[in-house]
T-cell receptor
């Protein structure tokens, strides 16, 4: 079955450490996204990519980095520069045409806790 | 700028009763509107969308939503609620003039609690 796989589901990090969250999709979607979810704040866009080797900052990119070396993969690194990294992170993908672009397919999420 | 408001943090309804989850939006052009549902510790699932045409949109699991341009609303409805509908519901909007989902704006979510 096609879908999006995020790993790990739970992750604990010490202060000052970088961590990388994995996101893989087999839907053949061109666009991939990373969102951060905090209670009462909805979803906020961190980074997005529409094509391999290209990506753009979203609304809250500071302290995060991404890469898009393959169409199927869009890993997110939470760096030590992110001041408040404890959150639920969601990866999503979509087609790029104008009508379908808002229909996102989400992974199951990764919960990051900073100790 | 585009925005979405979900005025209720939580909606409580008894099983078998109709439910409504409210959403209002603001965009400069024509809106593309979406509803997503999230179960605990899971990702979001697409429920339905309004792009153009009939103002009443039918989606998954018996949900429907009514687009009202004059009131800039897109309320989610279901004629008869189930306990299994209990979840967090997100409304989202995109301006039809923008080309990609990167411009999708989500509301803060409404928790639906259906009780026996």
């Amino acid at each position: 079955d096609g879908g999006i796989t995020q790993s790990p589901k739970y992750l604990f990090r010490k202060e000052g450490q970088n961590v990388t969250l994995s996101c893989e999709q087999n839907l053949n979607h061109d666009a991939m996204y990373w969102y951060r979810q905090d209670p009462g704040q909805g979803l906020r866009l961190i980074y997005y990519s529409q094509i391999v080797n290209d990506f753009q900052k979203g609304d809250i990119a500071e302290g995060y980095s991404v890469s898009r070396e393959k169409k199927e993969s869009f890993p997110l690194t939470v760096t030590s520069a992110q001041k408040n990294p404890t959150a639920f992170y969601l990866c999503a993908s979509s087609r790029l045409d104008r009508v379908q672009a808002g229909e996102l397919f989400f992974g199951e999420g990764s919960r990051l806790t900073v100790l | 700028a585009q925005s979405v408001a979900q005025p209720e943090d939580q909606v409580n309804v008894a099983e078998g009763n109709p439910l409504t989850v409210k959403c209002t939006y603001s965009v400069s052009g024509n809106p593309y509107l979406f509803w997503y549902v999230q179960y605990p510790n899971r990702g979001l699932q697409f429920l339905l969308k309004y792009i153009t045409g009939d103002n009443l949109v039918k989606g998954s699991y018996g949900f429907e939503a009514e687009f009202n341009k004059s009131q800039t609303s897109f309320h989610l409805k279901k004629p008869s609620a189930l306990v299994s509908d209990s979840a967090l519901y997100f409304c989202a909007v995109r301006d039809s003039n923008t080309g990609t989902a990167s411009k999708l704006t989500f509301g803060t979510g409404t928790r639906l609690q259906v009780t026996l």
